[in-house]
């Protein structure tokens, strides 16, 4: 037995692994599923979802076959996994830095700006969730929900804290994240050199300001 097959074996003789629950939990088995998500979204952002094979995201995560299955059943499974795992991983590069600012419509240009930032680095998000709505619509719903809830409760607690208008709500939240979704695809995917910081201060300005002429 090779050594990834021998990890995988420890795996499922620890309890991990089972029609229930695939769960690793050994930082052995989470370190082997974080290998084959981040190959999963190397060779779905290059090959789409319906040329990527699960053989292909082994080799790329330089585990054995049965690993694979040790967490997934499908391709279809992972692809899912890696929508959330995307998700959480913006999440995660986010919200710090969002929590860190002064007040409400700071931590929206610094929101903006580090999604960029997120998206120059990882460029195959595009890709992964517009693929999504064809291959697992419920998650590609999901990705969408949970970030526009994220930005509603930002909203809110700026309210509450008398930094932006007392009525902001649901519509605002989604007004944001579009803007962001296609600032992310002009000037995170389209134009790597474009200024993010710039970018970031033009959309906070309209967010505070509005369109009306600034001599008013």
């Given at each position: 037995m090779d050594q990834p097959d021998r990890a995988a074996a420890e795996e499922?003789?620890?309890?991990?692994?089972?029609?229930?629950?695939?769960?690793?939990?050994?930082?052995?088995?989470?370190?082997?599923?974080?290998?084959?998500?981040?190959?999963?979204?190397?060779?779905?952002?290059?090959?789409?979802?319906?040329?990527?094979?699960?053989?292909?995201?082994?080799?790329?995560?330089?585990?054995?076959?049965?690993?694979?299955?040790?967490?997934f059943d499908s391709k279809e499974e992972i692809f899912q996994a890696l929508v959330r795992y995307m998700?959480?991983?913006l999440r995660d590069h986010v919200t710090p830095i969002v929590q860190a600012a002064p007040n409400e419509i700071a931590a929206e240009r610094i929101g903006l700006e580090s999604f960029l930032g997120f998206v120059r680095?990882?460029?195959?998000?595009?890709?992964?969730?517009?693929?999504?709505?064809?291959?697992?619509?419920?998650?590609?719903?999901?990705?969408?929900?949970?970030?526009?809830?994220?930005?509603?409760?930002?909203?809110e607690a700026g309210a509450a804290r008398g930094e932006i208008r007392?009525?902001?709500?649901?519509?605002?939240?989604w007004a944001i994240a579009g803007m962001n979704v296609f600032l992310g695809m002009r000037y995170g995917l389209w134009d790597a050199d474009a200024d993010i910081g710039k970018v970031a201060q033009i959309a906070n300005d309209l967010l505070a300001n509005g369109l009306s002429p600034s001599d008013r």
């Open positions: 499922r003789s620890a309890g991990d692994v089972g029609s229930r629950d695939k769960t690793p939990r050994t930082e052995r088995g989470r370190r082997t599923l974080r290998k084959l998500l981040d190959a999963a979204a190397v060779e779905f952002g290059e090959c789409g979802f319906h040329d990527a094979s699960i053989s292909a995201i082994t080799r790329r995560a330089g585990t054995a076959l049965g690993s694979f299955y040790t967490y998700s959480e991983q680095e990882h460029r195959e998000i595009y890709r992964i969730i517009d693929e999504a709505e064809f291959v697992d619509y419920a998650s590609y719903r999901r990705h969408y929900e949970t970030t526009v809830e994220r930005i509603r409760q930002r909203l007392s009525d902001v709500g649901e519509i605002h939240a």
